[in-house]
């Protein structure tokens, strides 16, 4: 809640639980529902990238510290320690090997996958807009989603049976919508002895992408097929893959999109 003084709850569940079996971590949730206006969410959004900078810029230096030595400039063939300097052949090998064979997860030592049903996100805004019925009332959006799900928590995601509902009128709806981090060019096009790559770009590629980066000047990655692999996917852009499935839009008469645009 904003405030215990406050009645509106901004976020509830009626059923939560975390099972942990080996490697994998599962998230599952039941009727969840969210509310939020616009100003709440700018103060949240403020407070995360203050909270987020602070805590990557602490473990830059944290990091850079670590990794000063006299030979910073030269890649070196030793021991993987705990904190290895991003120029550690030892490591890039490691870290390279353990995403090809997939031994490490994108989200790092577990899987942390995700499953939610019936859940209802609703928005509210003080601006006015005519209903379907031109009555002047205040904005209203609801998102509603049958099942949210996740194989690799932060990497990739999927909606069933999306919905979008202004004013408690349906306007967009998608049997399926999916994302996943990945590159501009598919990741299955990065073969090894005709095995492909992860199609799910993670924290363990970031730190190959980082390794082979740095040591690149060196031709360090050079005279390995995984290597030339990963400097080639290394330089390659980053984003998100959207897939849809059965979209389907409905607009009635006098559809207030220049007052939604306002």
Not at 138 to 151: G, Q, T
Not at 244 to 260: C, D, G, M, Y
Request: glycine share 4%; hydrophobic share 40%.
């Amino acid at each position: 809640r904003h405030q215990l003084k406050y009645k509106k709850k901004y976020f509830s569940v009626s059923r939560f639980g975390v099972v942990q079996t080996g490697d994998f971590v599962d998230i599952l949730m039941k009727g969840v529902k969210g509310s939020w206006k616009p100003m709440i969410m700018v103060h949240l959004l403020k407070l995360v990238r203050e909270v987020t900078l602070s805590v990557w810029m602490t473990m830059l230096v944290i990091r850079r510290a670590a990794n000063e030595s006299e030979n910073e400039n030269v890649c070196l063939e030793d021991e993987i320690s705990a904190n290895p300097s991003n120029k550690s052949i030892s490591a890039l090998n490691f870290f390279a090997e353990a995403w090809r064979s997939r031994r490490a997860w994108p989200s790092g030592d577990k899987l942390h996958r995700l499953f939610a049903t019936d859940v209802l996100i609703s928005a509210e805004w003080d601006s006015k807009i005519p209903s379907s019925t031109k009555e002047i009332v205040p904005m209203k959006v609801d998102l509603r989603v049958e099942v949210f799900s996740s194989e690799s928590a932060g990497e990739e995601f999927t909606f069933s049976k999306l919905s979008l509902e202004l004013l408690n009128e349906r306007f967009i709806n998608f049997d399926k919508l999916s994302l996943r981090s990945s590159l501009l060019k598919y990741v299955s096009d990065y073969e090894i002895n005709g095995n492909s790559l992860p199609e799910i770009i993670g924290r363990c590629f970031y730190e190959c992408r980082a390794r082979t980066l740095a040591c690149y000047e060196k031709g360090i990655s050079k005279g390995s097929l995984l290597r030339e692999a990963l400097l080639e996917a290394a330089n390659d852009s980053m984003g998100y893959l959207i897939e849809v499935e059965n979209v389907s839009i409905s607009l009635w008469h006098l559809f207030p999109l220049s007052e939604i645009m306002d």
